[in-house]
């Protein structure tokens, strides 16, 4: 088996690309949120976009960032677990490289295997690229992407997430676990899933398997 698992709002209880645009995106990056929120932009699109309005220093982002993540309870167990019993744990982020990798070696977690955007800091802001298992930019579908390269690597993929940008994965995965708008989106839909409050609550499941 392996966990494809998504990062903000998932790994972490609070949503640190947010968190950065609310404090240091200059000009109407909440318009570019409602574009994208509304479908007329993908999320790809949309942090690209929002991301060119911050011109702080690298290291002051990484700081705030490292400052303000709240880890959701029983994560790194949950990674202790999936280490000891040989699942992969994949993280596929439509977040930033620079604020994730800061939060994931704040917890001791640096090792773990990360698929999310690039960036490059200059004094325009910040250029944000998505790339897929090939090497290939995209625009869309970033998320979905990794879902089928690592379906094909093993027949069973199961899908941790929390949003929108969940969605189009979390509908091709073999087993779902949602919360907040994400479970939401799937009831609406009517697919299957598991809600969960804390990374205990996964594994819990994850064991009875």
């Known amino acids: 088996m392996i966990i494809q698992c998504d990062f903000d709002g998932t790994i972490t209880t609070n949503n640190i690309s947010v968190l950065l645009r609310e404090k240091f995106a200059l000009g109407e990056w909440r318009k570019i949120e409602s574009d994208y929120l509304c479908g007329r932009l993908t999320v790809e699109e949309s942090n690209q976009r929002q991301y060119a309005l911050i011109k702080e220093p690298r290291q002051n ?11 959701r309870t029983g994560f790194l167990e949950f990674v202790d677990y999936c280490l000891a019993t040989d699942i992969r ?3 596929v982020s439509s977040g930033l490289d620079f604020y994730i990798e800061a939060v994931l070696s704040k917890i001791g ?10 960036t490059h800091f200059s004094q ?10 090939d090497g290939r930019l995209v625009t869309e579908g970033f998320k979905k992407k990794y879902l089928d390269w ?12 929390d949003g929108l940008s969940d969605l ?3 509908r091709a995965a073999d087993r779902v676990f949602a919360i907040n708008h994400l479970h939401r989106l799937l ?8 809600t969960f409050s804390s990374f205990h609550d996964i594994l819990r499941q994850i064991r009875r398997r």
């Open 61 to 71: 982002l990484v700081t705030f960032a490292r400052d303000s993540a709240e880890l």
């Open 89 to 91: 744990f994949v993280i």
């Open 109 to 118: 977690a640096p090792h773990l295997e990360l698929h999310c955007a690039r």
């Open 124 to 133: 325009n802001g910040i250029t944000v690229s998505y790339t897929d298992p």
């Open 150 to 161: 690592l379906k094909c690597q093993d027949n069973y993929v199961t899908y941790i997430g």
């Open 168 to 170: 189009e994965a979390a």
């Open 187 to 194: 009831s609406t839909d009517s697919i299957s899933h598991y």
